[in-house]
């Protein structure tokens, strides 16, 4: 099982050959890393190949990137504008897009296997005219990622479009079936899915549409309320009665299984040592438990 970390928790700060070394002496092998300018500016060439000669020369490798959420206007992702797949408006439609194909080209210097996407904001309502737009523009990306030998891979979140009977309909109704899913198994704990049996339902009711489409997972716990991204075991998600459940995914011998943290303390290198220590002990408990 390799030992993939997101650089979720660092979003605020930049991807610096320091931190990748603090990762990799943690014992991580593998990234996920979050695309945000100034996280890492993927739109410049020099830094796009400094990231990858840092990411040798820790032992890591980059497995797949979180597209960006918004074009960032300063190094604090203060004012950014928002993007999203799916924007009714045409012009601001394109310009998202744009910025994704953008995020995807960076493969070809800095190969990597997935992007995963949100199907619009945090809140996003259900509606005909916003699954049109999302369908015009990963129709679009999904060619464009194609040529780059990446998959576009859509996650299940808590607005009414990133509901996982929503994005199984979707998929089933565009005939999409470039598109891949991404499991975020907090997420499905925040799910409003609500069957009468079983204690951990909500995230067994989430899991099953997107069971024979999935290219990866987010690991993290929360206590079903709102999105904490603990370390697994930190919440009340059943952790033996998920593994049970993912295993029962077609690929689920080589599916990804990715760390999605946020991180509790300051920049400090004593600091972020102590979380990162904290991350590979949650994560080894999961592989024990695992395997």
């Known amino acids: 099982m390799q030992r993939i970390l997101s650089t979720y928790p660092f ?149 009414e479009m990133g509901e996982p009977a929503y994005l199984r309909s979707f998929v089933d109704e565009t005939r999409l079936f470039g598109l891949r899913f991404n499991f975020d198994i907090g997420h499905a704990n925040l799910t409003d899915i609500s069957p009468s049996s079983g204690h951990d339902s909500r995230i067994l009711c989430a899991f099953e549409p997107l069971r024979d489409s999935l290219a990866g997972v987010h690991l993290h716990d929360n206590h079903g309320e709102k999105d904490e991204h603990l370390p697994p075991y930190e919440g009340s998600i059943d952790w033996p009665t998920a593994i049970s459940m993912l295993k029962t995914a077609p690929n689920a011998a080589t599916l990804p299984l990715t760390l999605e943290l946020k991180e509790k303390t300051g920049s400090d290198a004593h600091n972020v040592a102590q979380f990162l220590a904290n991350s590979r002990a949650s994560l080894d408990r999961f592989e024990k438990a695992w395997n």
């Open 11 to 159: 979003v605020s700060r930049k991807l610096t050959p320091d931190l990748l070394a603090l990762i990799a002496g943690a014992g991580f092998n593998a990234l996920e890393i979050f695309f945000s300018r100034g996280h890492f500016d993927y739109t410049s060439q020099p830094e796009i190949r400094a990231m990858a000669s840092a990411l040798g020369a820790n032992g890591l490798k980059l497995l797949s990137i979180h597209a960006p959420g918004s074009r960032d206007l300063s190094s604090t992702r203060e004012g950014g504008i928002p993007l999203s797949i799916c924007e009714v408006e045409r012009v601001r439609r394109i310009d998202a897009m744009d910025e994704l194909k953008r995020a995807i080209d960076v493969a070809d210097d800095l190969p990597f296997q997935r992007m995963v996407v949100h199907m619009g904001g945090s809140r996003e309502t259900a509606d005909p005219k916003k699954r049109d737009a999302a369908f015009s523009t990963l129709e679009h990306l999904i060619l464009h990622a194609r040529h780059a030998g990446v998959t576009i891979c859509v996650e299940n979140t808590t607005s």
